[in-house]
């Protein structure tokens, strides 16, 4: 099977981590490369988490550059309450990296990559969108590059952590609002759908059982995540396990037969007192907007037994040196 060439955007946090142990061992990506941005935690602490887990599973041959350390228009606020203060639960790198990132910033990395490919790739944005959004400010012709986004965010009427609006849209509304509006092909892994995206608390005892460096720290990161995330995680009472919001999304790209969806118009609200980050998503078609508008596919459910059969087999093969 040919692999899909992909370029991953993260603010690595908690499932950021998560979703980089699968996507950079996994047989059906090449990742070209990686960026950061603020989001969960300041720009430097993302990069940091970054870089050491390229250390961590083996990948230090790829390039990194860092990213936007505030969004486009607001001020930074990060999810330190959700990451821990050190984005990854109090996980501590055993070894600590010396790479450094990319000379030049995140943007400027993404089309310099985007241009070297002879063909579209996908960009896999599990973060505020606010280096996606400047790639496309400074360099419009790069859309043509882009295959699609594979963007972790967005919701039908939920949100986290306000009532409408999902982290990764709130953190930089006007970014998500501008990157939608280029009408560059989007898909929205809704939070309705990461939500679908739980391990359970037996799963998590089957990823303790791998023994390897790199499950040992999913195993870490997510016994943070479980309490940090209680109240999200808890239905009818019972705690259902620990959602993993952007395993969700790279879970997306190399099996999208897990998943349902369907094409929308879809915008951002930008200025609401009560509904700013909200996304608009037409599903009764009200807006009547021509077919070229609904651009964003977005995603509503994920068959989870085979989301984690997929996930458990790829996280077992890291070997015992982490590699
Ligand atoms: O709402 C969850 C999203 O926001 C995830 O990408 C998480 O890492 C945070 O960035
Ligand atoms: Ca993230």
């Not at 030049?104 to 969108?129: K, R």
């Not at 952590?161 to 998500?176: I, K, R």
């Not at 391990?199 to 303790?208: A, P």
């Amino acid at each position: 099977m040919e692999k899909i060439k992909v370029l991953i955007d993260c603010d690595t946090g908690i499932d950021d981590i998560v979703a980089l142990a699968y996507a950079l061992k996994t047989e059906r990506l090449d990742v070209l490369g990686v960026t950061t941005v603020c989001g969960n935690l300041p720009v430097d602490i993302t990069t940091y988490n970054t870089l050491n887990a390229l250390n961590l599973m083996g990948r230090n041959e790829l390039p990194l550059a860092k990213g936007a350390a505030k969004p486009l228009e607001r001020e930074l606020w990060d999810a330190a309450y959700i990451h821990g203060s050190n984005g990854l639960g109090g996980y501590e790198f055993a070894e600590k990296t010396s790479k450094q990132p990319e000379p030049q910033p995140a943007h400027e990395f993404l089309y310099n990559m985007l241009q070297a490919q002879p063909e579209p790739v996908t960009i896999i944005a599990l973060a505020p969108l606010t280096n996606i959004a400047l790639l496309l400010q400074q360099h419009p012709d790069a859309r043509e590059k882009i295959q699609r986004i594979v963007f972790m965010g967005g919701s039908l009427r939920t949100g986290n952590p306000t009532p409408v609006a999902t982290f990764n849209v709130l953190a930089d509304p006007e970014a998500a609002k501008y990157v939608i509006a280029t009408k560059v092909p989007f898909v929205m892994c809704s939070l309705d759908c990461t939500r679908g995206s739980f391990l359970t608390y037996e799963d998590l005892d089957k990823v303790r059982a791998l023994h390897n460096p790199v499950a040992d720290m999913v195993d870490k990161v997510t016994g943070f995540y479980l309490e940090s995330t209680k109240a999200e995680n808890t239905v009818d009472g019972q705690k259902k396990g620990v959602d993993i919001h952007d395993l969700c999304t790279v879970m997306y790209v190399t099996h999208p037969e897990l998943f349902e969806g369907e094409h929308y118009f879809a915008d951002v609200e930008t200025k609401g007192e009560l509904t700013t980050g909200f996304t608009l998503v037409d599903f009764e078609d009200n807006l009547r907007k021509p077919l070229e508008d609904k651009t964003v596919l977005f995603l509503k459910k994920v068959d989870r037994e085979k989301y984690v059969e997929y996930f458990l087999q790829v996280l077992a093969r890291y070997q015992e040196s982490g590699r």
